[in-house]
């Protein structure tokens, strides 16, 4: 894990693919945490840990590397268009059709003399 991390971290911020780039990323990230889980189980069965470790430690970190973990299996929502691609969540539309752009598009600097943008 230590050698594929930083390779999935490259990979996620390529162009094109990201569906599949994401689901690399997030079984890379899933199996990390698993892992770790494994291995905190592992070093409190045989007693690995040092003598005066409060004893509420290790459930609470199993607890909170399993929940990351988890999250890393929900997909991020994504909205279908017509046409059957996914498109991101910043692309919604309005109304009218358009993506909240104003009409005649572009940044306008209101006129002083005219009083109107």
């Known amino acids: 894990m230590l050698v594929i991390t930083p390779f999935a971290t490259d990979v996620i911020g390529g162009n094109g693919a990201f569906q599949v780039r994401f689901v690399f ?3 890379v990230q899933f199996t990390a945490r698993v892992l770790f889980v494994l291995m905190l189980r592992e070093i409190r069965r045989d007693d690995l840990y040092r003598m005066g470790t409060p004893p509420e430690v290790f459930p609470l970190a199993v607890h909170r590397r ?5 999250a890393f299996l ?7 268009s017509p046409s ?7 692309s919604t539309r309005n109304e009218q059709g358009d993506r909240g752009r104003r009409s005649g598009g572009g940044c ?4 002083r003399d005219a009083g109107r943008w």
């Open 25 to 27: 990323y997030a079984a």
């Open 74 to 80: 929900i997909p991020f929502p994504s909205r279908s």
């Open 108 to 111: 306008r600097r209101r006129r």
């Open 66 to 70: 399993g929940l990351v973990a988890v």
């Open 84 to 90: 059957g691609r996914t498109r991101p969540l910043s």
